[in-house]
């Protein structure tokens, strides 16, 4: 697959997820044996197998001359899927078993995998069939449910279209949590190749006059937005920062923030530097920092959090 020089950044050489989290079922032969079967898909020599059952819990084999050639469990509440059915609800796209997604030439199989648990966490594995059999890449979408394969130009090379997460818990409920979008696109090299940031496929128009003054007025009105975790500051403000951000307008981020921060306030500083801080962190950040135009001094000399950010007890 041909991208144009620059589309790609920081590719992510998997099938070593991102940072989600799978935990095998305690008995896999329960979880694998026959009376479970969900779904069987043979495609170019291969079998593909998914097995459920509350209890056992869930089980994805692929077996060629009636070996088993890889295999996946998960304890009880997850689940794995053959394929990408069409979701109207979701705007999901059907995509054909075999369907060559990844343009390097040869058949694919992407299955999903849903761990089970509240809002948590899916992710997607794409299996490369011939000429030899492997896992290309396992892609973690977290808490994405929608998160899903396109054909975004109409001309056979599909994207992934997810959620970052990042976010998830900072200075915030769950609900209150914002995930931008982020546009993934496979790139090849002698290696197999890798997913990284699609930037220009992330890329919106900026805000018109009328839209920046709403955002402005969004900003501002999230310091009367306190809640119990915000330290008095609603999570729209940076929200929207990072809307822009993940769209091509990070400078525009930077001056919604002046723009937004009360005079009289302190502390001004050490909140941006938190966010970025916070930001640099995401695993999209090798190539999101590609994208960064004119980040104030004390966002570029903020080093990446390196502590666990405390989970609230409910959301």
Known sequence: MAFRAGLLVAMLIL?????????????????????????????????????????????????????????????????????????????????????????????????SHYTGGAHCC??????????????????DAEDSDGAYFSDLDHNHHYYYLANDWTFAYWR?????????AVTLGFADNAKGGGYGLALDKME??????????????????????????????????WGDMLDLIYTGHSDMAWKLFDGAWPGARVGKDQFLADFCSQLKTSPYWPGLKEGIQSAPPVCSMAAPKNTVVETPASH
């Not at 915030?172 to 931008?180: C, H, M, Y």
């Not at 128009?205 to 306190?226: I, L, M, N, S, Y």
Request: aromatic share 8%; charged share 20%; glycine share 10%.
């Open 15 to 111: 099938p070593l997820a991102l940072h989600g989290a799978q935990y095998p079922a305690l008995d896999a032969a329960k979880a694998c044996s026959a009376k479970n079967k969900t779904d069987e898909v043979q495609l170019a020599g291969v079998v593909f197998r998914t097995y459920s059952e509350p209890n056992d819990g869930a089980c994805l084999q692929v077996i060629r001359d009636g070996k088993v050639i890889f295999e996946r469990t998960n304890d009880t509440g997850g689940l794995f899927t053959i394929g990408q059915a069409a979701n109207k609800d979701w705007g999901w796209p059907a995509i054909a078993n075999g369907t060559d997604i990844t343009g390097r030439g040869h058949p694919d199989m992407i299955v």
């Open 122 to 139: 899916t992710s997607d594995y794409v299996f490369e069939l011939e000429p030899v059999f492997r896992l290309l890449a396992t892609l």
């Open 172 to 180: 915030g409920s769950f609900a209150d949590s914002p995930a931008p």
């Open 204 to 237: 919106r128009p900026a805000p018109t006059t009328a839209e920046w003054a709403k955002q402005v007025q969004e900003a501002r009105a999230a310091f009367t937005g306190d809640n119990q975790f915000s330290g008095g500051i609603g999570s729209k403000l």
